[in-house]
């Protein structure tokens, strides 16, 4: 859980939020595609919805390739903190 604090720092500068979603899937009607231990630690933002995952990024297609320049611009800049 040390990790997910210091990630919870790290995403509160980033994301300017103190708050959070932490889940954990666990199993395959989970939605756990490749059984592994990880927790996802999503920050939450005033009007982002306050519902489950899908619904905050609603006109993101579920399956649909990530953008992987922003996603590591971000890795850069988190692993900087």
């Known amino acids: ?10 995403l509160s500068k980033e994301f300017d939020t103190s708050d959070f979603s932490i889940v954990v899937h666990d199993g395959a009607t989970a939605g756990q595609e490749v059984p592994h231990v990880h927790i996802h630690i999503i920050p939450r933002t005033m009007n982002d919805g306050g519902l489950g995952l899908n619904s905050m990024w609603p006109n993101t297609s579920i399956g649909g390739e990530p953008d992987f320049i922003i996603l590591k611009e971000l890795a850069s800049r988190l692993s900087k903190n």
């Not at 859980?1 to 790290?10: A, F, L, P, S, T």
């Open 1 to 10: 859980m040390e990790g997910v604090v210091d990630v919870q720092g790290r």
